[in-house]
Every structure is written in C-alpha cells, then in structure tokens.
C-alpha cells in the first residue's frame, strides 16, 4: 500500500523559509514515476507547485507564484522528495500536499493525474 507522509510546514514571518518533506512508502517501481507538490488555500482551487521525476532529470515549477523561490529535489535513497521554500509571502499560506504517480511528468500540474496523496501539512506565513 502506497503511502506519502508530509511534513516540516508550520508558522513563519514573512521572508522566512521552510522546507517541506513527503516520505514514500511501499511505492514498487520507485525509478519510474513523477511526485508533485500541490497547495490549497481556504476557497481556493488545489494548484500544482513543482514536480520531479524520479530519476531528478526533470523539474518544473509554476511559472509565476513560486518559480525563483522554491526548489524541488529527491533523495532516492530515502525515497523522500523536498520542497525547499525560500522568501515565503503571506500569499504562499495554504494546505501543501505531495502526490505521486507512475510514468513521467506530462501534465504534472493537474491534480487528477495522481494516484497517490499524503494528508497535507500547513504553511502559515504572517506579514
């Protein structure tokens, strides 16, 4: 049984970092599949962050909201992708969620393309 496990959100000052982990577990055929980084903010729709692939030659990340600001990386050995959030903003205030699924990363940015997603830890940034 597929399970992704967030953590390291919590509260922060604006301009702060914090960096985010999703732990997988039980994934078979972890060398062939795309995990993304989504949030969800109150009244808002899930919006994609950034993805890797397993293999950590291909990232993407959104192209306005975070790109500059967050970096994605895995560490295979762990099994485990980050998502190093750096000049947090009160806008960046949400819900993060990870997700995982077979294949590569076309379209990683739509939510209904995962199969696989951990509970969500919540980023809280303060001005």
């Known amino acids: 049984q597929v399970q992704l496990v967030e953590s390291g959100g919590g509260s922060v000052q604006a301009g702060g970092s914090l960096r985010l982990s999703c732990a997988v577990y039980?994934?078979?055929?972890?060398?062939?599949?795309?995990v993304g980084w989504f949030r969800q903010a109150p009244g808002k729709e899930r919006e994609g962050i950034a993805a890797?692939?397993?293999?950590?030659?291909?990232?993407?990340y959104a192209d306005s909201s975070v790109k500059g600001r967050f970096v994605i990386s895995q560490d295979n050995a762990k099994s485990t992708v980050y998502l190093q959030m750096n000049s947090l903003k009160p806008e960046d205030t949400a819900m993060y969620y990870c997700?995982?699924?077979?294949?590569?990363?076309?379209?990683?940015?739509?939510?209904?393309?995962?199969?696989?997603w951990g509970q969500g830890t919540q980023v809280t940034v303060s001005s």
């Open positions: 997700a995982a699924r077979y294949g590569d990363c076309f379209a990683w940015a739509v939510p209904n393309r995962y199969a696989y």
């Open positions: 039980g994934y078979t055929g972890w060398s062939g599949n795309c």
């Open positions: 890797i692939n397993a293999a950590g030659s291909f990232t993407s």
